[in-house]
């Protein structure tokens, strides 16, 4: 089963999770059988045993074979260990791209130097030749990575190679390859096309919203609305 959960399971999961910090489960923290579960969110069986899978692995839960699933109770040392944008849902990690996309392709139309701009433009040019998906994903995520770098902001570039290393992911690669058909990737190519003109233009409101667009139709393809 892949660790990349669908849009309702990953739902499901977020809102047990809030049960559980909410203290919903009582003192032994067991949780309800799997059919009282589907039928306080409304979903099938299946979907809640997806989430319960994934938070077991995750460490969350313990599942004992006759006697039920458990809240997992975590060493000091587990509960210290930091939160990384690796722990993220693919809903979180595309509205997050959403947000952080268009603005720093309006800084980079307004900041990338000649030698920042022709590597876009080749990073582009590659992607438009890309025999295969994962040809075409690393070249993407070329054009991501150039222009991120363009906009001279530290922290930006930091958050854009988080992002491209997640990308590089077996399950993160198998999500975007199932969405990725022959005409999702010209449609991909046409808005890398206008995208990387806009910034090559210095205009940085039409970078803002191409960059938008492409992240929403990204967004759309891979989770849903």
């Not at 006697?67 to 939160?83: I, Y």
């Not at 952080?100 to 590597?119: F, Q």
């Not at 290393?165 to 206008?194: G, T």
Request: hydrophobic residues 40%; charged residues 30%.
């Amino acid at each position: 089963m892949s660790d990349i959960l669908g849009v309702t399971a990953q739902k499901v999961m977020q809102d047990i999770q809030q049960l559980l910090a909410d203290g919903q489960f009582g003192e032994e923290g067991r949780l309800p059988p799997e059919r009282r579960l589907a039928e306080r969110f409304g979903v099938a069986r299946n979907t809640v045993r997806q989430a319960l899978i994934k938070m077991e692995k995750e460490g969350l839960l313990l599942r004992q074979v006759g006697r039920g699933t458990f809240v997992k109770q975590v060493s000091a040392k587990e509960a210290a260990q930091p939160w990384t944008l690796k722990d993220a849902s693919p809903t979180e990690i595309m509205e997050v791209r959403l947000i952080m996309e268009p603005h720093a392709a309006a800084l980079a139309a307004t900041r990338a130097n000649s030698h920042e701009l022709s590597r876009l433009k080749l990073a582009l040019d590659k992607s438009l030749k890309a025999e295969d998906i994962q040809e075409f994903e690393s070249w993407d995520a070329e054009i991501h990575l150039g222009i991120f770098e363009a906009t001279k902001n530290a922290v930006l570039l930091h958050y854009c190679k988080e992002i491209n290393a997640i990308r590089k992911q077996p399950a993160w690669f198998e999500l975007k390859k199932r969405s990725l058909s022959p005409e999702r990737r010209h449609l991909y190519n046409r808005q890398h096309r206008s995208l990387v003109g806009a910034i090559l233009a210095r205009n940085p409101d039409e970078a803002y919203r191409l960059a938008r667009e492409h992240a929403l139709e990204v967004k759309v393809n891979l989770v849903g609305e």
